[in-house]
């Protein structure tokens, strides 16, 4: 309540709150986040137009990513790079890929995988939702964007949880570990996100 409170006035200056929690650890995150127009162009202070497309193309591809990876190999993020309209050289790539992680836009795996970190999701959720509708999942329990996680081994269920959500929710019911949507028996072996 006290956030709404605070949100209310100064939602006219397209500023809010947002409070969500980290999907590695659970802590609760609070974000201070832009709310007008395109989010990604409200980074324009930081980043040249060009870098801001290369920051979008490989969102796109996190976010698209097969088997809701949500991440892309560097060997990809750095070809896709050549393929621009403005394109930069493998270098550039490479120390431009570095400065997103350096910003916390993205994260980067011991595999070389990049995807996106709390601070993306959060200050991204809206165009997120609405570029990438049909790839963004929500946690079934606390309904924030859940990028790593685990889901219901059934495919036709969207049943997906963060680990720290799954971890809370089955050891208030260790003697029954099903799916809170489907109630089919949870393995948590169908994992979501990149991998290490």
């Given at each position: 309540?006290?956030?709404?409170?605070?949100?209310?006035?100064?939602?006219?200056?397209?500023?809010?709150?947002?409070?969500?929690?980290?999907?590695?650890?659970?802590?609760?995150?609070?974000?201070?986040?832009?709310?007008?127009?395109?989010?990604?162009?409200?980074?324009?202070?930081?980043?040249?137009?060009?870098?801001?497309?290369?920051?979008?193309?490989?969102?796109?591809?996190?976010?698209?990513?097969?088997?809701?990876?949500?991440?892309?190999?560097?060997?990809?993020?750095?070809?896709?790079?050549?393929?621009?309209?403005?394109?930069?050289?493998?270098?550039?790539?490479?120390?431009?890929?570095?400065?997103?992680?350096?910003?916390?836009?993205?994260?980067?795996?011991?595999n070389g995988r990049y995807y996106l970190t709390q601070r993306s999701i959060l200050e991204l959720q809206t165009y997120l939702k609405e570029e990438f509708e049909e790839y963004i999942l929500e946690c079934?329990?606390?309904?924030?964007?859940?990028?790593?996680?685990?889901?219901?081994?059934?495919?036709?269920?969207?049943?997906?949880?963060?680990?720290?959500?799954?971890e809370r929710y089955f050891s208030a019911r260790p003697d029954r570990k099903v799916c809170p949507l489907c109630s089919t028996a949870w393995t948590s072996s169908q994992k979501i996100g990149p991998t290490?």
């Amino acid at each position: 309540e006290f956030i709404n409170t605070i949100n209310e006035g100064i939602n006219s200056l397209d500023l809010e709150f947002r409070k969500s929690h980290d999907e590695e650890t659970g802590e609760s995150v609070l974000a201070l986040v832009n709310t007008n127009g395109d989010e990604i162009a409200q980074l324009a202070t930081d980043y040249t137009p060009a870098e801001l497309v290369y920051l979008r193309r490989i969102i796109e591809l996190i976010v698209t990513a097969d088997d809701e990876s949500y991440s892309v190999s560097s060997l990809l993020a750095l070809s896709e790079a050549g393929k621009l309209k403005s394109a930069f050289t493998k270098n550039a790539a490479e120390q431009l890929l570095d400065r997103f992680v350096e910003d916390k836009w993205f994260s980067k795996t011991s595999n070389g995988r990049y995807y996106l970190t709390q601070r993306s999701i959060l200050e991204l959720q809206t165009y997120l939702k609405e570029e990438f509708e049909e790839y963004i999942l929500e946690c079934t329990l606390c309904m924030d964007i859940v990028t790593r996680g685990e889901r219901c081994q059934v495919g036709s269920c969207s049943g997906r949880l963060h680990l720290h959500c799954a971890e809370r929710y089955f050891s208030a019911r260790p003697d029954r570990k099903v799916c809170p949507l489907c109630s089919t028996a949870w393995t948590s072996s169908q994992k979501i996100g990149p991998t290490n």
